[in-house]
């Protein structure tokens, strides 16, 4: 899950400052005004959920199968009931009755077989046609061999969704609560043309709010009450506000001055407010790390890249600990390695992913180690200087800390060391790191759900997101191997894919950093808020003033 650059999060930075904030100015003193207001970190880039680089809060206006409830457990959405055969591969959904479009228009199966069809389409240019991976023929269709209509979903009747599945998915039922299996409706599409999803106008909403006020590029929009949502009854907010603040400081002067109700925290500033009582902590399955461009343009930087020993050295040298507790003091935590800890327990003995992926002087602080690495590394490379870049986007507060941290530390501990730092509006990092214009990008990754799969997909070489474009066959085959031949043997699954983290561990193909918590004042008199750690994290279906 990236970062709300689209509609949500992947990834995830973005989208969490986009999350929460909330207001309810009484209309008199016995019934407050149903009207949450909400500080966002950037505008909103698309509107189309085919596209979108996330989806962090769009389970608010888009609606699937099922939707999230607390915790992370999946909850009743479209979908009002379901079927799955013996084998696991064949599962039928039955729309509801009272299943509408924002139009009024009737949600049909169809919109459901039209919605896969279109994201999977290559002319739409959806980054998370990976997701799709395990339904019948998606691997061969988001490979280019087979037409997107092919892809394994059907329209049984115009109630009933039937899906064939490659191979029993362990975690298929919680990936159909996210907005990208969601329906779309092939008759809007057709009426606005070029027009679809420019304009909050020119789109339809199966979600419980739709959005009104957004024109592409406003810094403001709200989502308001659907009162054509099926279960439109326990949705008491009529309305939620959104702002563009892009300095914590101009978010913490609004929600003093009552125009916020939720104020996303700097690091400074959690240190200042910690003990009040309207502070709170949304811990969220992210990781932030650095990936390494294995293509780089420069092929002396591509050579240093490569070098296992310089990567090791630079991953050894960082003092995890310091990073979080002293230099962000945020409440952020260290990891043990690439997946998020919290996100997933081993399914006979009940320990955390986190603690199986770990591995021996691997992501600890060893000077002494990483120096001895780094002399191996520029032995092995016969240079004795290396200068190499970092890009990192600046919209989000703690980049910056970040960055001068790392280049400090690194060039203080490794001799010879020159790290130049390239702050950079997170769109401009986004469009540089997809085309692969860095030599190391400070990037980050939440969990799409919860399973240690929705990390360990990024890393595979055929994936888009796999931007520094490592490549390892024996993780190719792990991941592989957990997706399909162990795909119905939950514990050999499991050990694929701790077999595959450790590997990522041992190489540091990617280096990771810290595991993101982040920190709001939050008024007293907003309740009913649903956070999860993965996924579509803020849901306001049942969220009110009090």
């Avoid at 500080?39 to 769009?58: E, R, V, W």
């Avoid at 997701?131 to 997107?148: E, Q």
């Avoid at 860095?438 to 990024?458: E, K, T, V």
């Amino acid at each position: 899950m990236k970062k709300w650059t689209g509609m949500g999060l992947v990834a995830a930075v973005i989208a969490l400052g986009m999350g929460l904030a909330a207001c309810g100015q009484s209309t008199s003193a016995s019934k407050p005004q149903q009207v949450l207001r909400l500080p966002a970190t950037a505008a909103l880039d698309t509107i189309d959920l085919a596209k979108a680089t996330g989806y962090g809060q769009t389970g608010n206006v888009f609606e699937s199968f099922y939707r999230l409830g607390n915790d992370g457990k999946v909850a009743p959405g479209l979908a009002d009931s379901a079927k799955v055969s013996k084998d696991k591969t064949t599962w039928t959904f039955h729309i509801r009755d009272n299943a509408k479009w924002s139009n009024g228009d009737k949600i049909t199966a169809q919109d459901f077989v039209y919605s896969w069809r279109r994201t999977l389409t290559p002319a739409t240019k959806s980054t998370y046609t990976y997701l799709f991976s395990g339904i019948k023929n998606a691997d061969k269709i988001i490979a280019g061999k087979m037409n997107p209509n092919k892809v394994g979903i059907r329209a049984k009747n115009q109630q009933t969704v039937v899906i064939q599945l490659d191979k029993p998915m362990a975690y298929f039922k919680i990936l159909m609560a996210y907005p990208l299996f969601a329906p779309q409706n092939k008759k809007v599409v057709d009426q606005y043309g070029k027009k679809y999803a420019t304009k909050s106008q020119y789109m339809v909403y199966s979600g419980p709010f739709k959005i009104t006020g957004w024109n592409g590029t406003s810094n403001t929009w709200s989502f308001v009450k659907n009162n054509q949502y099926w279960d439109k009854n326990v949705v008491k907010l009529h309305q939620i506000k959104y702002q563009v603040v892009t300095n914590p400081q101009t978010g913490l002067s609004l929600y003093q001055n009552n125009k916020l109700d939720f104020a996303q925290l700097s690091n400074e500033q959690v240190k200042n407010y910690k003990n009040n009582k309207a502070f709170k902590q949304y811990p969220y399955s992210i990781v932030i790390h650095l990936k390494y461009n294995f293509k780089d343009n420069d092929t002396q930087k591509r050579k240093i890249l490569a070098n296992q020993n310089i990567r090791q050295a630079i991953s050894l040298s960082l003092n995890r600990s310091q990073l979080t507790e002293k230099v962000l003091g945020d409440g952020s935590v260290t990891p043990t390695g690439f997946v998020a800890s919290g996100l997933a327990k081993n399914p006979k003995t009940g320990v955390d992913f986190a603690k199986e992926q770990a591995v021996k002087n691997t992501t600890t602080y060893n000077p002494t180690l990483a120096k001895k690495k780094w002399a191996a590394g520029l032995k092995q490379l016969g240079i004795k200087q290396v200068k190499l870049n970092i890009l990192a986007g600046n919209d989000d507060t703690s980049s910056s800390t970040v960055t001068q941290y790392l280049k400090s530390t690194l060039e203080k501990n490794l001799a010879g060391f020159t790290l130049d730092i390239q702050n950079v509006p997170a769109s401009v990092a986004q469009s540089r790191s997809q085309n692969g214009d860095f030599d190391i990008y400070l990037s980050h990754w939440g969990a799409d759900f919860n399973d240690p799969i929705s990390f360990m997909q990024i890393p595979v070489s055929s994936n888009s997101l796999n931007y520094g474009k490592w490549s390892n066959q024996t993780y190719d085959k792990l991941i592989d191997r957990a997706q399909n031949a162990d795909a119905g043997n939950a514990e050999a699954r499991w050990q694929d894919m701790v077999k595959a983290s450790q590997l990522i561990n041992k190489t540091q193909s990617f280096t990771p950093l810290y595991q993101a918590d982040y920190a709001y004042l939050q008024r007293p008199d907003v309740k009913g808020i649903i956070h999860n750690t993965a996924g579509t994290q803020w849901s306001y279906k049942y969220a009110y003033i009090k």
